[in-house]
């Protein structure tokens, strides 16, 4: 490495020196010798006369200031200084780029032959040299000149406004986006597609072209992504009044793509998997994934390009807030109780494991090295559950009042976290003082409550306390602002009033310090409490319920998502001193308690077969694990084996006649065929380990007509490692080995196959014909499952895991250091395992940082864990 890669801290922001009003590029794209000519109208802001401009990997060809060439300038490391320059002046660059030795896709790239670009954090700086930050914002006009015959569609952000045809079968298309925008939001892409076209009239009348891109052949399976679409246009307007603000929309499907999707104003760059869909290709979970993503990256044309972040530490403002946008869009339109579970899940297992990790950090960070590594559940999830508790605190009502000030003051401007509270503050007329401390405050709260019932008084107490342990990045914490949702059940299921000093209280508790007490009037029997309801808050809830209260409250809770979370807690008991006795060399015992309460759950035909879905599942692994400082890799993996096996043999049959009765004929979409589905499915995964299970399994693989069907017959073998798994990966891959997509599936089985030889399979499997290290896809569906869901074989005592680990990650350094960055993950919680491990993660992580050209993405996260 040529220089040990420096840190940026929020403290030390400035704005820009100077700034560009108008920017307009012309591309004349070729493969491997693109020309991109910038011309900018910029505007000093202070008395800086030079200008520091951003560039990576181009070649610079002219400068011209005001129409007349420029050589007072200095090319340096990263990017280009320009000297002794006017207070206005219209600056003209010229660069050269290859478009095909970009694997990094970071910039202009080539995707599958199609030109393609991917700018946010920094890659517009990839294109031209620029004021390559979120505060700059500008009015585009971009010229697109290619051959017409490779290249029919030329496409970029804004409206088309003209297009014309050049000698030597080019041809051109000019757009102009009307709407200032900083650089990240920037997209062009060129290529050969398939066209999906619709059309949507918003509520004030205005007709909007519809059109989604994708690859020749594919255009059958963008049909759920368009009515995915006009659903996240006619939400917006009916929840939240906005309204979409150019004449076109469009959204490209790509194979190679670093992210999920991505919002450019008016053209949204998407990886493929979350475009396309048709019952033969994909799961309920692939459709489900693509109208969340589809949403969400419409959501962001108000909440991202309209108000977008003043600088990176602030990208939760467009992301946290995005997320709780489009989980209210998934909840609006389907089952709001398994969303929330869904969503939980996520927080629960890897972001509580994030939190505790050496890239531990507060979901506006106060200091980072690369902005990529900042894509985090943290920003993301954890920053969705900070905006959820402000919409807790203040109700829909007055949360809508703040979002419609948020935009009447920052629309068309660079905003800070601090602007979105405080035009919630400003407009609920509620202090949300304190809760700020959850934008700048890392690590996961732990709440500890005790009860206590006076049957004399006929009170009873709640006793909390509130602690959060020293992060990786912050030793000292503070008491947040907890939303602490509660409810009281008497012993006949009703709930019981709040009262306290004789007045009726809301049920959201406010929690704001270390230790408080909350006493209930008029409560005449001892009630079973139910905490944080809908997780209210993204906290680890310690309570000593006994298996009576849970089992209750598995079947009067109000709350769907109360009934599960009892079951969760059950459950999370059980495994625990189950974990206890095999560390013990004692046995493994699923109790009665368990046993009962599932069968309870089976048998009520009144609740939602997805959320008895969502209650049959136990914990993952990965969530198990960060219930402990030391992970007990061995116990945690034999105990849920044996739970999984418990359950299925000792439910057969009540298993069986659900498993028989929710046959289906004809697939559909409708939330209770998705249900019915994933309740059958979940018992064949259960069925698969007894006796019969091999018959069943197979019997399904043969007769299913929709891959949901058909990948959790697959699904069911791989886990419960049957004989029939070998020949149903051959047939699926003799049917599908053409479709890389399709195929990711089955990487996925391969890559978490529990089998001892599971790690030499991986290996052969690189070999596939549909196997690219060069594609995101492809080497997170097989090298990111075996990493994060393959335990027993990645963390072998052998090492080999690590080893295997360590290889692809320095191989990835050379090509896609962000891919490689977020593959490192579980490497980092090296602490987390015993002294053996330890030693072994430590050797490769030491590998990697020896390195003299480590990525500053691998850099920043590796140097982290070896100080740690």
Not at 501 to 519: D, H
Not at 589 to 609: H, M, Q, R, W
Not at 805 to 814: C, D, P, W
């Amino acid at each position: 490495m040529a220089q040990t890669p420096q840190a940026k801290y929020r403290k030390d922001y400035q704005s820009p020196s100077h700034t560009i009003t108008d920017v307009d590029l012309t591309f004349e794209l070729q493969e491997t010798q693109t020309t991109v000519t910038a011309i900018s109208n910029v505007t000093q802001l202070g008395d800086q006369t030079s200008l520091k401009l951003d560039g990576e990997s181009l070649t610079l060809k002219t400068v011209s200031v005001n129409g007349e060439t420029w050589a007072n300038y200095t090319e340096t490391e990263g990017g280009l200084e320009i000297h002794a320059l006017p207070n206005q002046f219209e600056l003209t660059i010229v660069t050269e780029l290859n478009p095909a030795e970009n694997t990094a896709l970071e910039g202009l790239y080539l995707s599958d032959g199609a030109f393609c670009t991917q700018c946010e954090a920094e890659g517009f700086r990839r294109i031209t040299y620029f004021l390559d930050r979120p505060d700059v914002l500008a009015k585009y006009t971009t010229t697109v000149i290619a051959d017409q015959e490779k290249f029919p569609s030329l496409l970029s952000n804004g409206n088309r406004i003209d297009q014309g045809t050049l000698k030597g079968n080019k041809h051109w298309v000019k757009w102009q986006d009307p709407h200032p925008k900083p650089s990240y939001l920037f997209a062009l892409v060129a290529g050969d597609f398939d066209i999906l076209r619709d059309n949507y009239k918003t509520k004030s009348g205005r007709d909007v072209q519809l059109e989604i891109y994708v690859d020749k052949g594919n255009l059958d399976r963008a049909n759920h992504a368009m009515v995915s679409l006009i659903n996240a246009m006619k939400w917006d307007e009916e929840r939240f009044d906005l309204e979409y603000d150019l004449d076109i929309y469009m959204i490209v499907a790509v194979d190679f793509f670093n992210m999920g999707a991505m919002e450019n104003k008016g053209l949204n760059v998407f990886n493929s998997k979350f475009v396309l869909a048709n019952e033969k290709t994909a799961t309920d979970t692939d459709y489900l994934g693509i109208e969340a993503v589809i949403g969400h990256e419409y959501f962001h044309n108000w909440t991202g390009n309209r108000v977008t972040c003043r600088d990176w530490f602030q990208l939760s403002l467009k992301e946290g807030l995005t997320v709780f946008r489009d989980q209210e869009f998934s909840s609006d339109l389907g089952s709001r109780a398994v969303n929330r579970i869904n969503n939980v899940r996520i927080i629960r297992g890897p972001q509580f494991a994030e939190d505790a990790s050496p890239m531990s950090h507060p979901i506006r960070p106060e200091k980072v090295i690369e902005m990529n590594n900042f894509y985090t559940l943290t920003v993301y999830e954890k920053g969705s559950e900070v905006i959820r508790m402000i919409h807790t605190l203040l109700g829909e009502e007055k949360f809508q009042k703040g979002i419609k000030l948020y935009f009447e003051r920052h629309d068309g401007t660079a905003a800070t976290c601090e602007d979105f509270v405080s035009a919630m503050e400003d407009a609920s007329g509620i202090s949300l003082k304190h809760f700020r401390l959850w934008y700048s405050q890392s690590g996961t709260p732990t709440v500890e409550v005790s009860s206590d019932f006076d049957e004399s008084h006929s009170t009873y107490t709640l006793k909390v306390k509130q602690h959060t342990a020293p992060t990786a990045d912050q030793a000292e914490k503070q008491a947040l602002h907890i939303p602490f949702a509660v409810e009281l059940y008497n012993s006949d299921g009703t709930t019981i009033d709040l009262v306290s000093n004789g007045q009726s209280v809301s049920n959201v508790l406010s929690l704001t310090e270390s230790e408080q007490v909350f006493t209930f009037e008029g409560v005449n029997e001892k009630p079973v409490p139910s905490l944080f309801l809908e997780f209210s808050a993204p906290v680890k809830l310690e309570y000593d319920y006994d298996d009576q209260e849970l089992s209750f409250l598995m079947v009067h809770a109000n709350n769907e998502f109360s009934r599960w979370d009892a079951g969760q807690m059950l459950l999370a008991k059980h495994i625990k001193s189950n974990i206890e006795r095999v560390q013990q060399n004692q046995e493994c015992i699923v109790p009665e308690s368990i046993l009962a309460a599932f069968k309870g759950v089976l048998a009520n035909k009144e609740l939602d077969p997805a959320l008895v879905a969502e209650m049959m599942t136990l914990p993952s692994f990965n969530e198990v694990s960060g219930w402990y400082d030391l992970i007990d890799v061995d116990a945690i993996d034999n105990v849920l084996t044996v739970f999984k096996a418990s359950l299925a043999n000792e439910l057969k049959s009540e298993l069986e006649q659900v498993y028989q009765r929710l046959e289906q004929g004809e697939y559909s979409l409708e939330h209770s065929a998705i249900g019915q589905r994933a309740l059958r499915n979940c018992c064949l995964a259960y069925l698969a380990r007894t006796e019969s299970g091999q018959q069943l399994v197979e019997q399904q693989y043969q007769s299913a007509h929709n891959m949901t069907d058909t990948m959790a017959a697959m699904q069911a073998a791989n886990s419960a490692q049957l004989s029939c798994r070998s020949g149903l990966m051959e047939d699926y891959s003799q049917k599908w080995k053409h479709d890389g997509l399709v195929m990711d599936k089955w990487f996925q089985l391969q890559g978490s196959n529990p089998d001892a030889g599971a790690l030499k399979a991986i290996k052969e499997t690189m070999n596939h014909e549909a196997f690219s290290m060069k594609n995101p896809n492809r080497v997170r569906s097989l090298i990111g499952a075996f990493m994060n869901t393959n335990p027993v074989n990645f963390h072998a005592k052998s090492g080999e895991g690590y080893q295997f680990a360590g290889e692809i990650l320095r191989e990835l350094n050379e090509s896609n250091p962000q891919v490689a960055s977020r593959l490192l993950d579980p490497l980092l919680k090296l602490k987390k395992y015993d002294s053996h491990r330890q030693a072994l993660i430590r050797n490769e992580l030491v590998t990697l940082k020896n390195m003299n050209n480590l990525a500053k993405d691998l850099y920043e996260k590796v140097t982290k864990a070896l100080e740690e």
